[in-house]
């Protein structure tokens, strides 16, 4: 929650209150980031939207991404080559988010224009001036969104040369659904936009732009889509992938991320867990991990602080091991 957005489980900020009391929540965190403390608190009360608060200054969520930039894995995720591109994009969309914070507002602006046209093309709205309002919306923020996401895709592209060990490498591209022509320029997206509308109105819905966009990984070492892994290999290419976010944002940011990696050590072997715990400690990271077992966790050095989490009486207990 000290990023922008809904955090690793997506959750909507009421999603959140204790019920049934709908009690409010609050977090306040001391975040030490490029060589300065922060003070940052976000919380939720009386029905009201999610606030922020860094330095004793009202702030929105935005400003959250450019004092610290949080990474995670969850083992939801781990299904992501194998399920459709709306959880891919999401998860691409997150990686631009870590660079450019102001990578959500755009896509707001564009997902917000984009309802509205097809509401119009739902309802069988033929006035163009309707449509050349929300498409002019739609392609400037769309190109931002495009642009954003090539410019994310060859940081991760580089930042895998890298890797202080032989973690697997992925050949990474964006793919567009088919029949849809990839566009790099506001003018290009409108003019895609205005010549799509019979096909529009006949679907109901918009059919070109970035919103029909997916991402594609193919394993390098064996020239073989990531959807066709193993397994194993489609969580350690995630892993791969998530390492790489964070080596490209110690050399833009000039700091590492936060990384919060849950349940990560499923699916792996010994060798390819050293790996993982070499990376992450070459990168010089904060990181959060969990498992099921201490023995998960046993190739770690000494600069780890181990916890163990039991319950007792229905309360949680964190003892250090």
Sequence with gaps: MLSPGRGLRRAASDDMVRKPETVGWKIAAELQSLHQIHEVETWLEGGQGRSVRIDGKNANQIALGRIARILWLVPSMDRLWMEGADGRRRFLDRMVLSFDPTHAQNTLTYEKAMRERNRLLKDQVRDVHWYRALEAQMSDSGAAIQSARTATITALT????GAETEFPRSNL??????????????????????ASRPRDLAAGRTLVGPHRADLSAIFTAKGVAAKECSTGEQKALLISLILANGRALAQSFGAPPILLLDEVA???DSNRRAALYHEITA???????TGTGA??????DENALRLEVTEQNGESITNVI
Aim: no cysteine; net charge negative; aromatic share 4%.
């Design 295 to 300: 023995e998960l966790f046993d190739s770690l």
């Design 173 to 194: 591209s964006i793919t567009m659904a088919e029949g849809v022509e990839p566009v790099d320029n506001a003018e290009a997206l409108a003019d895609a936009l205005a």
């Design 158 to 161: 580089e930042a895998q040369e």
């Design 283 to 289: 990168l010089g990271a904060q990181a959060f991990m």
């Design 266 to 268: 499923a699916h792996l």
